[in-house]
Every structure is written in structure tokens, then in C-alpha cells.
């Protein structure tokens, strides 16, 4: 091999050392680089995770508050720690008013990793309000507004146009109002000068209502804030299913001997001696031998004096087609049932029974009896009738029970607590009327509520005052106070006057077999991390 030859293969070498040493080295940077990439991502992926962990702690810390708030919920309980296999937590709660609240909740995961989420919802009782769902238009006024000196006093929802009309007030509140405008007359009233309320109202065109965060009271209105946002609520369903369940229970109870229900605790009231439900015509009340009782039905289709309708022939209630029983029944203008002497709380007195009866159990009645002579009705418990009601007279009441229909109610005359106890406060009595269809308020009132404050009208003797639960309308006549809560699809005010009035202590002594009785209404709103 000449030298020139061998110069130029020493230069192959010489450049091949060189590449074979730069691939070298560019694969040890990529080794590098990749080992620290995959480094650097496990470090992430590790970061990520705790705070997943954070994040998940947190989330059930919210989770686990929400699904345990009520409405007796406060700030005062607050903050509540727990733990999850994730990391500990601690939720914190913000009364934001007009039923609106906020919780926080700081979740730890097991590296001391911390996140933070945010719940902001509504939280209402059903029956601390007013309430008219179902929509588009879910109240009725007729002439574009509620009618003369109407007055909303307390929490009230609807769907529609609120238009409060001259000489017309809303006080109180929060008031809300899905799929509508709030307007307001010239002498109309959205709360008061003294006492600014809280609205909530998704339309676009309401120029007398400040906007989001303000405060105005110009115009009639007197407003802490107009939030945009409101809660899609609906009227809780009453179904033949449901139906048919207060209507056993009320056969149950035609023959516990029990005022109301056994867990009530009210004592005896002896409707049977053997269980059987044919006793309690024939079973005497304590010490006569001349009286007998009647049932609520004058020709009854069965012996449960609580159910009235048909039971077949497995003993079982036969329910009609919802809304559709035919077996009518008419409270007023004849008594039935037995009562005995009753001290109320408030220092009123009410005698026995009628002439004959000797009934000498102090403070018991049956779950269902009417005192045509003093027009008064004796209610506990659940009393269901399979078709229609009418109340045909002004009467009050003593005790704490519920009548189901299975078809309209008609009230043709007023309806109240007996005694000074005209709102039910004192000794904690509440009448509650259920019916799928509609409800007909037939008497007109000589109550003018205008120019009245909400104090002045709170202390007014009401018209009517319970609980009324109607999934049609309710149609109210001229000039009724009704006090506590009607819940409808829709609230029919075409006559003047009409006055709504929420009881705040109502949630506290609600008869039983109302629906929605058993849980509050959560509507979640914005929610946050971070």
C-alpha cells in the first residue's frame, strides 16, 4: 500500500472516531434529557396526584355537608371536619340571605397537599313559603297584575311576570321569579324602606329592579340585589302510588285507637275494642250509654271512619284514578265523630261533647269529628276521602292532621285555629289539605290590606291558615288572609285583596302526609375550585 493510500485511510479513521464520539455524546444527552424528563414527569405526576387527593378530599368533604343541610343548618355549626381515605377536610358555611348559601370546603391530602372547592346554593322549606311552579305563567292575575290591594308577605316563587300593580305590595321576600319580568306601578311596593328585600329574576326587562350588587329604592322598590340567577323548581308530583299510601295509612288509623298517629305519643281516643273498624259506631264513648257516634260519611261505603271510599275485598282501599274519586263528602251542617273537653295553651277552654255523651277524656278527640253546633272540626293525623271536599260553612279547628281528596276542594267559608290561637302558633295546630286538582275559594272577606305593614298585617286575623297543597290552581275569591303556605301549580288572584302570609314556624308542627314534608328543596348554583 503506497502512502498515499495510507494518509487517506488514517483520515477515514480519524473522521469515523469523531462521529462514532459524537453520536456518543448526542445519545448520552438524550439519555440525560430522558432521564430527567421522565424525571421531571413523575414529579409532576406525583404533584398531581396529591392534589387530586386534596381535590378528592375536598369534594367529599362537600359532598358529605350537602347531602346532610337542612334548613335548621347554621353558621354556629360550622366548620365541620371529617376524613376521607384521600385526606382530611374542613367545610365552612356562608349565609348569603334570602335563602341562598355558600360552602367552602379546604380538602388535605396525605402529603399536606391543599385544595379548595366552592359550593353556592339555594335552600328552601317548601313550607316557609308561597309557592306557584309550574308555569309558563304560574300566576294568574287576569288584568296583567295582581288585583287591588293584594299584599305577598315572606319567601314566594312563581313562573311568569310578577306585576305588582298600584296600591299592591311585596314584602319581605326573597322573592323569585323564573321566565319573567318584575314590574311595578306607580304606588306599588317591592319591599320597604325599612326592610329591603332580596330578589332573584332571570328576565331582562326590569327598569324599576337595580342591578346585580346594587341597592336602590327609588321608585317603590327597595331592593338589596337582583341576583339573575334563579333555581328551576318543581311542584312536588302527587302520584296514585303516593295516594294510595295515605289512604292505607288513614284506613290503619281508623281503628289504632290513637289520636293521629302511634309515633305522635297523643294518647287514646277508642275507636275499637277488637281491631274491628264496625266498633266505632257501636262503641260508646267513657260513661254513656245514650249517645252514639256517626261517621264523617251519613251512608259510608266502608266502616274505616277515616277512609272514606271503597275498600275491596281484600280489605284493601280501592283508589280511583288520580284526581277522579266520586265519593264526595261535605264538612258542615251535621256533626259527627267524638270529642271531649280540650284546655288550650293559650287559656281557652272548649266543652264536651254533645248532650248525652259524657265524653270525660280531657284534651282527646277522634282523629276526624265535626261540631256542626260550634262549627268547629277536630283533626289529627291522615283522613282521606276518594273524590271531592267541601267545606260549607266558616268553622275552626283543633288539632293537627291532614285531608287528602281525590278530587277538587272547595272552601266555601273560613277556616282558622279555635280561639285567640288564630295563627296556630301557640298550641301548634295546623290543618293540611291535599288534593291533585284544583282548589275553590268561594267566600269573599271585608279585609283591605293597604297602606299595612307586614307586622300590622301578620297580627290581622287570617281568613284561612294551614298548609294547602294543590298540583292544579288554586282560585281564591275576593279579600282572603290566608296565613302559612299554598303551594300550587298556579295561584289564580283574579279577585282583589287577595293576601299571602308565610307562618315561619309552620315547618315546625306540619300535619303529616304533606308532600315535600320530608325534605327541604337544594338547588346548586355556582360552583368553584381554587
Same mark, same amino acid.
Given at each position: ?69 337542612? @334548613? ?143 341597592? %336602590? ?56 275494642? +277488637? ?49 277522579? %274519586? ?59 276521602? +276518594? ?38 302558633? @301557640? ?10 286538582? +284544583? ?78 314534608? +320530608? ?12
Amino acid at each position: 500500500m503506497n502512502a498515499k493510500m495510507r494518509r487517506m485511510l488514517s483520515d477515514e479513521s480519524g473522521v469515523a472516531l469523531v462521529t462514532v464520539i459524537g453520536i456518543m455524546a448526542v445519545l448520552t444527552i438524550l439519555s440525560v434529557g430522558s432521564f430527567m424528563l421522565a424525571q421531571q414527569t413523575l414529579f409532576e405526576s406525583k404533584k398531581v396526584e396529591d392534589q387530586s387527593r386534596a381535590f378528592r378530599a375536598a369534594s367529599g368533604g362537600l359532598d358529605t355537608v350537602l347531602t346532610s343541610f337542612s @334548613d335548621e343548618s347554621t353558621a354556629t355549626d360550622f366548620p365541620i371536619p371529617g376524613s376521607t381515605p384521600d385526606g382530611s377536610y374542613t367545610v365552612t358555611l356562608e349565609d348569603l340571605g334570602g335563602s341562598e348559601y355558600r360552602l367552602t370546603s379546604t380538602g388535605i391530602g396525605v402529603d399536606g397537599s391543599q385544595e379548595v372547592v366552592r359550593q353556592q346554593f339555594y335552600y328552601m322549606n317548601l313550607w316557609k313559603m308561597n309557592f306557584a311552579g309550574t308555569g309558563p305563567q304560574s300566576l294568574i292575575s287576569g288584568s296583567g297584575g295582581l288585583a287591588g290591594t293584594s299584599n305577598i308577605i315572606g319567601p314566594f316563587y312563581m313562573k311568569g311576570n310578577l306585576a305588582i300593580a298600584n296600591n299592591m305590595s311585596c314584602l319581605e321576600g326573597p322573592f323569585f321569579v323564573k321566565g319573567g319580568n318584575i314590574t311595578v306601578g306607580s304606588s306599588g311596593s317591592l319591599g320597604t324602606s325599612s326592610k329591603y328585600v332580596k330578589v332573584y329574576c332571570d328576565g331582562t326587562g326590569n327598569p324599576a329592579v337595580p342591578e346585580n350588587g346594587a341597592k %336602590g329604592g327609588a321608585g317603590g322598590v327597595f331592593v338589596t340585589s337582583v341576583s339573575r340567577s334563579v333555581p328551576d323548581i318543581t311542584l312536588p308530583t302527587v302520584d296514585r302510588d303516593q295516594m294510595v299510601t295515605w289512604a292505607t295509612k288513614a284506613q290503619a288509623e281508623s281503628i289504632d285507637n290513637m289520636m293521629g298517629s302511634p309515633d305522635k305519643n297523643l294518647g287514646a281516643n277508642l275507636e275499637t275494642t +277488637d281491631g274491628q273498624p264496625s266498633d266505632y259506631t257501636v262503641m260508646k264513648p267513657p260513661s254513656t250509654t245514650t249517645w252514639t257516634r256517626e261517621r264523617a260519611q251519613s251512608t259510608p261505603t266502608n266502616a274505616n271512619y277515616k277512609f272514606i271510599g271503597t275498600v275491596g275485598s281484600d280489605n284493601l282501599p280501592q283508589v280511583s284514578a288520580l284526581g277522579a %274519586g266520586t265519593t264526595a263528602l261535605t264538612i258542615g251542617g251535621r256533626s259527627f265523630g267524638a270529642w271531649g273537653s280540650v284546655t288550650t295553651t293559650d287559656g281557652v277552654s272548649l266543652p264536651a261533647g254533645p248532650t248525652g255523651a259524657n265524653y270525660t277524656l280531657s284534651n282527646k278527640h277522634d282523629d276526624f269529628a265535626y261540631d256542626d253546633e260550634n262549627n268547629r272540626l277536630y283533626i289529627s293525623g291522615t283522613v282521606f276521602v +276518594d273524590g271531592p271536599v267541601t267545606f260549607s260553612e266558616d268553622f275552626t279547628y283543633v288539632g293537627n292532621g291532614s285531608i287528602i281528596a281525590n278530587g277538587p276542594i272547595y272552601i266555601n267559608g273560613t277556616m282558622r285555629p279555635y280561639g285567640t290561637n288564630t295563627q296556630g302558633e @301557640d298550641n301548634q295546630w295546623a290543618l293540611g289539605l291535599v288534593t291533585p286538582g +284544583d282548589v275553590y275559594v268561594n267566600f269573599s272577606s271585608n279585609n283591605n290590606y293597604a297602606n299595612k305593614t307586614a307586622d300590622e298585617i301578620r297580627a290581622t286575623t287570617p281568613d284561612m291558615a294551614g298548609a294547602f297543597f294543590a298540583q292544579g290552581t288554586v282560585h281564591f275569591s275576593n279579600n282572603p288572609l290566608v296565613r302559612g303556605s299554598v303551594i300550587a301549580g298556579k295561584i289564580d288572584s283574579g279577585g282583589p285583596n287577595m293576601c299571602l302570609v308565610t307562618n315561619p314556624l309552620l315547618p315546625t308542627y306540619l300535619p303529616e302526609s304533606l308532600p315535600g314534608i +320530608d325534605r327541604g328543596l337544594l338547588m346548586p348554583g355556582l360552583w368553584t375550585r381554587g
